[in-house]
């Protein structure tokens, strides 16, 4: 198949042409003809497959076909991502595929001040592409109204339930017309996520070119067991003695990505970091460098999991093992796109072997082992499965009541594992 016998709009299929695209991906075969027919879709398939193009192009052959101007604070088309980054990534792909076609595309996330987003929607928008938090946001104060609604498309949705933005999209739901069309994209389909699609789709197409959570084929993945303290030392050797042209490191706390580039920095390695507490603007710098080149070695937390879509990324280092087992999947999927081989090594200290055997389990695959030794099972200690935290030995008779008398001193409820996440972008 080509992207000629999809039968898409002349300009479309001529911006397809400037860009040298010949033949779509599996996902883009299977889904666009679907979407082009009107119908609701659920579609999966791993990071770096195309799933962008598979909902841009048929949502801009719709407008192509039946152009119309837009009402004011009213969008045609809303396209939900998790980050701010792939935000961004998608309103480009929208401007890239329908740039000979009259259509306005809008970007609204938090980091950056919300009155130009404001003025921009007054007028209306076809596509209107927003993180939910800030998405929310722009409807309360009333800048804009989602009773128009065409088409929705809910693009990583399973990043976005380990982000715990799921209330706030049913909140979005309830918003929509009833009839319009809706697309459903993700890399992994937990349970939660088939039963948001469950109530928000209507008898839909379902398309899985890859097994939900498999990892690239072209990724040449090892692991390396070593100690917490030796992780600085064997970054550093890594990156000066491998043939690297971007390298990616995922730490686990933004604290520790910074921690990483002074260690790196102190070694000679010029490296920047990504992350949470980083504006906007410095974001969107440090991933402008990083992808021309400028920056050859990046520090990120999982924000850039699924927001960092670069080419000529040769290697991903999980400096901290990802304590939710998905997370690898995407982290990996960095690298190895656009058909290029990769590599992927994952350190492993001794409290993070029972993470490395839930990815094991979860990827069905044995990581190959290409330095150091595991522990013996009786050093590795076990982990709270919803924290990632050691569990608290336990104690007895009095002892034992005091401990728990002191564990929670406070009533005020913590803040949830998805709110704390949500605050990391």
């Known amino acids: 198949m080509s992207f000629t016998t999809l039968g898409l709009a002349?300009?479309?299929?001529?911006?397809?042409?400037?860009?040298?695209?010949?033949?779509?991906?599996?996902?883009q075969a299977a889904a666009i003809p679907a979407i082009l027919s009107g119908r609701d879709l659920v579609g999966v398939a791993q990071t770096g497959t195309g799933k962008t193009a598979a909902f841009a192009l048929p949502i801009l052959d719709r407008f192509a076909a039946s152009p119309r101007r837009p009402a004011r604070k009213q969008c045609r088309a809303l396209v939900l991502s998790?980050?701010?980054?792939?935000?961004?990534?998608?309103?480009?792909?929208f401007r890239t595929y329908g740039r000979h076609l009259r259509i306005s595309v809008t970007l609204a996330i938090g980091g950056v001040p919300i009155g130009k987003q404001i003025r921009t929607l007054a007028n209306g928008v076809d596509v209107l592409v927003a993180t939910p938090g800030r998405l929310l946001d722009l409807c309360k104060c009333g800048a804009v109204s989602l009773d128009q609604v065409d088409v929705l498309v809910l693009d990583e949705a399973d990043r976005m339930l380990d982000m715990g933005f799921i209330n706030d999209i049913r909140r979005i739901v309830a918003m929509l017309p009833r009839q319009r069309?809706?697309?459903?994209?993700?890399?992994?389909?937990?349970?939660?996520?088939t039963r948001l699609a469950d109530t928000m789709l209507s008898n839909p197409a379902r398309v899985s070119v890859n097994p939900p959570a498999s990892t690239a084929e072209r990724v040449n993945q090892r692991a390396v067991h070593v100690t917490r303290a030796d992780k600085p030392r064997l970054l550093a050797e890594i990156l000066t003695a491998e043939t690297i042209d971007r390298a990616l490191i995922f730490a686990r706390t933004k604290?520790?990505?910074?921690?990483?580039?002074?260690?790196?920095?102190?070694?000679?390695?010029?490296a920047s970091a990504i992350h949470g507490n980083k504006?906007?603007?410095?974001?969107?710098?440090?991933?402008?460098?990083?992808r021309s080149g400028r920056v050859r070695t990046l520090v990120a937390t999982d924000i850039a999991a699924r927001g960092i879509d670069v080419d000529g990324v040769s290697h991903v280092i999980n400096y901290d093992l990802p304590n939710i087992p998905e997370s690898y999947?995407?982290?990996?999927?960095?690298?190895?796109?656009?058909?290029?081989?990769?590599?992927?090594?994952?350190?492993?200290?001794?409290?993070?072997?029972?993470?490395l055997r839930a990815i094991e389990k979860l990827i069905c695959l044995?990581?190959?082992?290409?330095?150091?030794?595991?522990?013996?099972?009786?050093?590795?200690?076990?982990?709270?499965?919803?924290?990632?935290?050691?569990?608290?030995?336990?104690?007895?008779?009095?002892?034992?009541?005091?401990?728990?008398?002191?564990?929670?001193?406070?009533?005020?409820p913590r803040p949830d594992h998805g709110t704390r996440l949500r605050r990391e972008v």
């Not at 002349?10 to 996902?27: D, G, K, M």
Request: charged share 25%; aromatic share 4%; glycine share 8%.
């Open 329 to 355: 999947v995407h982290r990996i999927g960095r690298t190895a796109r656009a058909g290029n081989a990769g590599v992927a090594i994952s350190f492993c200290s001794a409290d993070e072997v029972p993470f």
């Open 181 to 193: 069309q809706t697309l459903l994209f993700s890399a992994t389909m937990p349970a939660e996520i």
């Open 82 to 93: 998790p980050t701010r980054e792939l935000s961004g990534q998608i309103v480009d792909s």
């Open 366 to 412: 044995q990581i190959p082992v290409a330095g150091g030794e595991a522990p013996p099972a009786a050093q590795t200690e076990p982990r709270n499965k919803a924290r990632g935290k050691p569990r608290r030995r336990g104690r007895t008779g009095a002892n034992q009541a005091e401990t728990r008398h002191f564990a929670r001193p406070s009533r005020t």
């Open 255 to 270: 604290h520790g990505a910074d921690k990483v580039v002074r260690g790196l920095a102190a070694a000679g390695i010029d």
């Open 279 to 290: 504006s906007q603007g410095q974001r969107q710098r440090v991933l402008m460098a990083f």
């Open 10 to 27: 002349e300009p479309i299929a001529r911006a397809l042409t400037e860009e040298r695209y010949v033949e779509p991906t599996p996902i």
